[in-house]
């Protein structure tokens, strides 16, 4: 594990915003978000490759956005119109393994460290 930086999380309402950011410097051919609720594996939630494309989960399209810095050494998740069943523990994460959508927890994958969300009706 490669226990990227992370930050941002924390707590809002619903229908409130919050941003995390993550350095992630090196060569990956995809890098993304997963989000873990207690009693299931991460799963991934917003992807982005290395040749720019980006790839979201049905559950967040149109309200999360993910992006990376003009050096590609840091990923971006922007989340906006957030609602409570976005809370969960929150990764980043990067492959050297071209991966498809959707992204699923595996040994390819190294790992930021894990920043909570929680979101309140």
């Known amino acids: 594990q490669d226990d990227f930086e992370t930050s941002g999380g924390g707590s809002v309402q619903a229908g409130g915003s919050l941003k995390l950011f993550c350095w992630v410097s090196g060569y990956y051919k995809v890098r993304a978000w997963f989000r873990q609720v207690p009693g299931r594996e991460r799963e ?3 992807g982005i490759y290395y040749d720019g494309s980006v790839w979201y989960d049905e559950s967040v399209r149109g309200r999360f956005t993910i992006s990376e810095n003009d050096h590609r050494t ?3 998740l922007e ?3 957030m609602k409570p069943e976005d809370t969960g523990l929150y990764y980043c994460a990067a492959s050297e393994v071209w991966h498809p959508a ?4 595996g040994p390819s994958w190294n790992w930021g460290q894990g920043t909570q969300v929680t979101v309140s009706s």
Request: charged residues 10%.
């Open 74 to 76: 840091a990923i971006t």
């Open 44 to 46: 991934g939630i917003a």
């Open 79 to 81: 989340m906006n119109a």
């Open 102 to 105: 959707p992204f699923m927890e």
